[in-house]
């Protein structure tokens, strides 16, 4: 843990959670976000937001992107749930999300288990995480406002060879770090 008092290592997101794994150190938690779920433009990949932000006072551009909050849709026990993040920094240099299993490659270190998740497959498009196995619930809310969509995915056989895949099963994954 000394390398990570001197504040070296890898950071990652722990998506669906407001701790970290107890072998890691909390950089900050907060709450996901991105874009609306159907907007062509603004960024595609998911934010971990911080529960303090701070403005100055630039003024509003004639053109601009927008940012949404996010909430779980269709995940078992969690429906409309605002989803809660946390940054986290491992004492390994590098961390990377495995999608597709829940073993490490040797010699690396899980951080945590889940499965993958991104937009739902008619929307645009967003990139893919790893939700932790056990999500919780943001405590912010529970409403139905959209925004950025956290669904799971599921294998379609094809191009995808199926064996060693099986079609129409949650895919999961594991954050790794070495």
């Known amino acids: 843990m000394e390398k990570l ?11 669906g959670r407001k701790t970290c794994p107890n072998t890691t150190v909390l950089v900050y938690t907060g709450v996901a976000g991105g874009k609306y779920y ?12 911080t529960r303090t932000p ?11 992107g927008y ?11 969690h429906l409309n749930h605002d989803v809660p993040c ?12 495995v999608p597709a299993t ?42 139905n406002d959209d925004g950025l969509l956290f669904y799971l995915v599921v294998t379609v056989c094809g191009s995808l060879p199926c064996p060693p895949y099986i079609n129409d099963k949650v895919v999961t994954c594991v954050v790794c770090s070495k």
């Not at 701070?54 to 601009?64: G, I, M, W």
């Not at 940054?87 to 390994?92: E, I, K, M, S």
């Not at 073993?103 to 932790?132: F, K, N, R, V």
């Open 5 to 15: 008092k001197k504040g070296k290592g890898s950071s990652f997101v722990r998506w």
């Open 38 to 49: 159907d907007h062509k433009g603004s960024g595609t990949n998911r934010l971990c937001l």
């Open 54 to 64: 701070q403005f100055d006072n630039t003024a509003k551009p004639p053109y601009y």
């Open 67 to 77: 940012l949404y909050g996010a909430e779980y849709q269709e995940i078992p026990g």
């Open 86 to 97: 946390s940054v986290c920094l491992a004492p390994q240099s590098t961390t990377i999300m």
């Open 102 to 143: 829940l073993t490490c490659p040797p010699g690396w270190t899980p951080q945590y288990t889940g499965h993958l998740a991104s937009e739902h497959s008619s929307h645009q498009g967003g990139e893919y995480i790893c939700l932790d196995g056990s999500p919780e619930d943001d405590s912010s809310g529970v409403r």
